[in-house]
């Protein structure tokens, strides 16, 4: 779609002003729904529950404790076993899901959660304070080998049971995301009676206090959920009270893009996520189907530059990978022109985004020779740059993908021209990402969802280096930025501190951004009640039924 920032997606940046000079300041739940819409059912049709529901999904959850999870597939799943405390619609506005109030003490370290009464978990254990502070104090248990929760409750210090619906979380310091953060299902509240009976095998056996009950899972085949009939709704943005229309929701595991259309097609699947991009004119084009493009939240895909592992430890070969690529081939390649270029470390349609990084780099092979050429990078008898008698080869591991692998193949072409070798490892998506962890990558590939700037703490912080940066980047003003903006929760100061952390990034070429992905889903035209959650990417179940 070309250079620079797409309009159409500059209206769904999320404001802060209403939480952080509101909700945050005053310490109270929101409960006005303006700009939310919701799904529309037929009055008169009454009560639609009944029926089993299949959705076909690309990836594998890595497990099914929330505080474990890693993978977004895994977060589709959880969302409708387990809630949060609090939820986020459209336009930006925290209300209440588990909690019904909560405050913040005048240091800005202390949340105080008014818990709602009358909720039992699926194993029939109630849900109270000691739930709340149980969910949090394991994300902190080395034994849990959380690594998103870890990264989304921040400098979070201990919790405390006032009574039994009343609970307190204390912060090291202030912590700016928290209250969004508290919204996604990752720090939603489990059993605990559930963990001590199930132990290691938690993660197999998830229960929460949603609108489906867990069933089973096959690896690499299905998640099944069955409806939770004693459902109690916690939801002020759903349609309907009580429990869930569908019976049974099942997510069948299905890599392949063809063979995961060929379910929606064959009316095996009645929804399937990411329609392949070469197919979305033929599937948009049939009314037996309905198609959903969101543009949802977070980091653009990408390729995080080990900026420590030799040769991309030299600035002027990181930057010169800017120059060399091509966005607008690797878009096509990737998402055959339906998603925008991406120019910086975060889309464009999370709050914090700084339009300026669009004008640090552009496709110019020749700019790249040039800086290559100034930091004595020389070009060898085979066309491959050597510098002090070593050649300046990289190393890719990567998920065994075809599109990711074809738009690495092209990279690797355009890397070749400048004289930068590019050697493509493929493998299984965890094994990749843990040479990336280990250092051992010069490229990682990467997208992140997140609606508040600081997921850029998540792939930039030192502190992350062996987690998620696994670009292995070190920056001691990016980390003080980062520090700081997430203990301020002036909305001015944290934009300004962003902006800045946005341009050092892309100045010391951290990362190749590629796209801002679009999610385009596809469904059956029968399919009525779908809406998505604020990320934009994960469609709420709960009111869906068929026509």
Known sequence: MGGGSDSRWQGRRMSRRSILKGGLALGLAATGLEGFARPQHDAAAGPAQGGAFTASMFLDPNNLDPAGVTYVSAVAVLMNVVEPLVEVDQAGKVHPRLATSWKLSPDQ????????????????????ADAVKFSFDRILDPATKSQTGLSEIGPFQSSTVIDARTVKLTFKEPYAPFLFNASDVVL?????????????????????????????????????????????????????????????????????????????????????????????????????????????????????????????????????????????????????????????????VVWGYNPAVEKLYRHDPAKARELLEAAGWKVGPDGIRVKGGRACRMVCAVKTDPVTVSMLEAMQGMFKS????????????????????????????????????????????????????????????????????????DEQKRLDMYHRVQMIIMEQAATLPLFNLLQIDGAKASVQGMRYDV???????YDVREG
């Open 535 to 541: 990320y934009h990417y994960y469609p709420e179940w």
């Open 188 to 348: 939603g509240i489990v059993s605990p009676a559930a963990v001590k009976k199930y132990g290691q095998d938690f993660s197999q056996n998830p229960v929460g206090t949603g609108p489906y009950v867990f069933k089973d899972w096959v690896r690499n085949d299905h998640v099944a959920l069955v409806r939770n009939d004693k459902y109690v709704t916690t939801s002020a943005l759903v349609a309907h009270k009580g429990p869930a229309y569908l019976d049974q929701l099942t997510f069948r595991i299905i890599p392949e893009d063809q063979t995961r259309l060929d379910t929606l097609r064959s009316g095996e699947a009645d929804f399937i996520y990411r329609i392949p991009a070469v197919n979305l004119a033929s599937v948009q084009g049939d009314p037996k189907y309905r198609v959903f493009k969101n543009m949802y939240a977070g980091d653009p895909v990408m390729f995080l530059i080990n900026r420590q592992l030799f040769p991309t430890d030299d600035l002027a070969v990181a930057q010169a990978m800017q120059f060399a690529v091509d966005k607008t081939v690797i878009t096509k390649i990737g998402t055959a022109n339906t998603s925008p270029v991406a120019w910086g470390p975060l889309k464009p």
């Open 418 to 489: 400048v004289g930068i070798a590019l050697e493509i490892q493929t493998m299984a998506l965890p094994a990749s990402e843990e040479l990336g962890r280990q250092g051992k990558s010069n490229m990682t590939f990467m997208e992140w969802r997140g609606i508040d700037p600081d997921i850029l703490t998540v792939h930039f912080h030192s502190k992350n280096i062996g987690g998620w940066n696994m670009g292995h980047f070190k920056n001691a003003q990016v980390d003080q930025l980062l520090d700081t903006a997430r203990a301020t929760l």
């Open 109 to 128: 370290r202390e949340w105080t959660f008014t818990l709602r009464e009358g909720v039992a978990f699926h194993d029939g254990t109630p849900f109270n």
